[in-house]
C-alpha cells in the first residue's frame, strides 16, 4: 500500500486514533510507528519543509514537533501503579513513571532533540554517539560514542531527526548492542524518514522500534544545517 498523504485543510477523523502502522510500500515491521496525524501536525511537517522558513520560525517549530515525539516515546517507557492523597483529602488511582530510561543522541542532528527530552525528564542521562558518513558511498563511521555505565539496563531512546538511508541507525545500534543494549531496548526518536530507510534499519533489526511523524520518500535533509544555523 502507498504511504498515506494527508492533506492539510482535511484529517480523517481516524488519523486521531492512538498510534498505528504507517501505510508503505513494501511490507516491514510492526515496530514503526506513527505519531497520529492533526492538522496541527501538518502544519509543523509543512513550516520545517518549506524552503522560505526564518531560522527563527523553523527551531520553534520543529521545537514543537520534537516534543511531540518524545512524548510518545515515553509512552513506551514502563509505568507503576500509584496512589496519591489530593489536596481535600481525597484518594487518587493514578501512575508513575519508572526511572532506568535514557537518551542518546546521534551528533549533530539528534542533538536538538535533546531540550525536548529534558523538557520531559529533567534528569535524564543522555550519551552521544559521532558517527560521519562518506557522501559518496554512504558508508557510516563511528567516531565517538559515550554512555551511562549502566546503559545495557536501560531503555534507550535513540535521538536522530532526519532518516534518508538508515545506515547510520544501523551503525549507532550496532554500537548500542555492542554495549550489551538489546534492540528490543531501544526506541528511535526520528521526525521524518523514507521507507528505504525503514526497510533498511527494520531488516537489520526487526525488534527496534521506529517512531516518527512521517513516512515519505523525500526528506528534508536541511533540518540540522537550518536548526543550527549553518546553511
Sequence with gaps: MPVAEVKPDVVPQEEHSPLKEPKRDVPISNNVKLIPITNQTRE???????????????????????????????????????????????TYEGLRFVKGGCGVSIVRSGEAMEKGLRDCCRSIRIGKILIQSNEDTHEAKVVYAKFPEDVASRRVLLMYPIM???????????????????????????LFCTPKAVKCVTDAFPQLTILTTEVHPVAPNHFGQKYFGTD
Excluded at 49 to 69: H, P
Design 164 to 190: 534518508s538511508t538508515g545506515n547510520t541507525i544501523i551503525k549507532a545500534t550496532r554500537v548500542l548492542r555492542d554495549h550489551g543494549v538489546k534492540a528490543e531496548n531501544i526506541i528511535l526518536l526520528n
Design 44 to 90: 509543523l511537517q509543512t513550516i520545517i519543509r518549506e524552503k522560505n522558513t526564518s531560522r527563527g520560525d523553523f527551531v520553534f517549530y520543529a521545537d514543537r514537533l520534537i516534543r511531540m515525539v518524545v512524548e510518545e516515546g515515553l509512552n513506551h517507557f514502563p509505568y507503576t501503579p500509584q496512589t496519591v492523597i489530593t489536596p481535600i483529602g481525597a
